[in-house]
Structures are given as C-alpha cells and as structure tokens.
C-alpha cells in the first residue's frame, strides 16, 4: 500500500495539540492499514525515526434525522511516538 493511502489526514485537536509537546503525532489512517505499514509510511512521508504506534478504532455512532437513521463514518486513529529529538516540521507552530 502506498504510504499516502495509509496516511489521510493529521488530527489536529486541543489533545492532540498537547502531545505534540511529548512527541506524539496522531493522524487518520486507514482502517485496513497496521502499525507496521503506518510506521513504514510516517518514516517515508516525514523523515522521521518512529519509536511506537498505538491504534484505536472508533466506531460510527447512529444519528438521526426525522425518522431515518443512519450512522457516522467509522474511524481509525493512530497515535505515532518518535524518537528522542525528532519533529515533525509541518505541525511547528500550532
């Protein structure tokens, strides 16, 4: 899998802001996608050494709108740790 498909987007939150001070990166990825292919993607996309990746799942919730319902999109979240020293430079600043 290309390291761009891995990768959709960085999530940019007041949390996510926060552990950015200790290293920590969080992105959207892929739900097929596993922490050896978003390690291999964040390392080739950045040019950073990553030290771990945790994943979470969120699943879709159910909204409604009048009598129909549906759900929200389900979501996969990866939390990237790197190495002692390294930054990602496009998050500098936020």
Same mark, same amino acid.
């Given at each position: 899998?290309?390291?761009?498909?891995?990768?959709?987007?960085?999530?940019?939150?007041?949390?996510?802001?926060?552990?950015?001070?200790? #290293? @920590?990166?969080?992105?959207?990825?892929?739900?097929?996608?596993?922490?050896? $292919?978003? =390690?291999? *993607?964040?390392? !080739?996309?950045?040019?950073?050494?990553?030290?771990?990746?945790?994943?979470?799942?969120?699943? #879709? @919730?159910?909204?409604?709108?009048?009598?129909?319902?549906?759900?929200?999109? $389900?979501? =996969?979240? *990866?939390?990237? !740790?790197?190495?002692?020293?390294?930054?990602?430079?496009?998050?500098?600043?936020?």
């Amino acid at each position: 899998m290309d390291p761009r498909e891995v990768i959709k987007r960085p999530l940019i939150t007041e949390k996510a802001t926060g552990m950015m001070e200790h #290293g @920590k990166y969080v992105f959207e990825v892929d739900r097929s996608a596993n922490k050896t $292919e978003i =390690k291999r *993607a964040v390392e !080739t996309i950045f040019d950073v050494k990553v030290r771990k990746v945790n994943t979470i799942r969120q699943p #879709g @919730k159910l909204r409604r709108r009048g009598r129909a319902v549906g759900r929200t999109r $389900e979501v =996969k979240k *990866a939390i990237v !740790t790197l190495a002692e020293g390294q930054r990602i430079p496009i998050f500098e600043g936020l």
